[in-house]
T-cell receptor, first 116, second 110 residues
Framework: GAVVSQHPSRVICKSGTSVKIECRSLDFQATTMFWYRQFPKQSLMLMATSNEGSKATYEQGVEKDKFLINHASLTLSTLTVTSAHPEDSSFYIC????????????FGSGTRLTVV | DAKTTQPNSMESNEEEPVHLPCNHSTISGTDYIHWYRQLPSQGPEYVIHGLTSNVNNRMASLAIAEDRKSSTLILHRATLRDAAVYYCILNPGSNYKLTFGKGTLLTVNP
């Protein structure tokens, strides 16, 4: 089945620094990837849709200058949290889908970001 | 986006069947019904999806009402590893964004 690899699984950074999270589709090409954020005891909230070779589409209320998304190839999308602050601490999850509609969407294992 | 309604929580005993309901009365004709589950501190995992007919796979079965306004995810024999939050989501098309609701927290008792 389709596999999405997300790294790192955990990261702690200092306030004001930037953090990059990678999401790779290992055995399929993903023209579209999705980035979610999940706060404790809450559901997943879609942040943006990442399209290979074009600008990401951000959901309302998500700062595009703070959450930089790059989807430079069919197998890699990155999310960079710039000038991170403690309120950005969250669980970030990426997702993609193969072109084969027999399968659903595949999710990465998530990245736990803690900003101190 | 069409919305779904699920119970906040359900409880089951190990090795017994579990029926997780989902109401989606505003579903459109092209909406697929997707089910995902999420274990603590992990990304969601695909369980099953369908359009009109009932579906079976190695993980579960999906029973879809004839009018498609509701569906039921069936775990035939619950195990402790099935304890998770289960999300029922309507998806209108390939590569369309998935919108997650609160889901159903399934507790499995030994």
């Amino acid at each position: 089945g389709a596999v999405v690899s997300q790294h790192p699984s955990r990261v702690i950074c200092k306030s004001g620094t930037s953090v990059k999270i990678e999401c790779r589709s290992l055995d399929f090409q993903a023209t579209t990837m999705f980035w979610y954020r999940q706060f404790p005891k809450q559901s997943l909230m879609l942040m943006a849709t990442s399209n290979e070779g074009s600008k990401a589409t951000y959901e309302q209320g998500v700062e595009k200058d703070k959450f930089l998304i790059n989807h430079a190839s069919l197998t890699l999308s990155t999310l960079t949290v710039t000038s991170a602050h403690p309120e950005d601490s969250s669980f970030y999850i990426c997702s993609a889908r193969t072109s084969d509609r027999e399968y659903g969407y595949t999710f990465g294992s998530g990245t736990r970001l803690t900003v101190v | 986006d069409a919305k779904t309604t699920q119970p906040n929580s359900m409880e089951s005993n190990e090795e017994e069947p579990v029926h997780l309901p989902c109401n989606h009365s505003t579903i459109s004709g092209t909406d697929y019904i997707h089910w995902y589950r999420q274990l603590p501190s992990q990304g969601p995992e695909y369980v099953i999806h369908g359009l009109t007919s009932n579906v079976n796979n190695r993980m579960a079965s999906l029973a879809i009402a004839e009018d498609r306004k509701s569906s039921t995810l069936i775990l035939h024999r619950a195990t402790l590893r099935d304890a998770a939050v289960y999300y029922c989501i309507l998806n209108p098309g390939s590569n369309y964004k998935l919108t997650f609701g609160k889901g159903t927290l399934l507790t499995v008792n030994p």
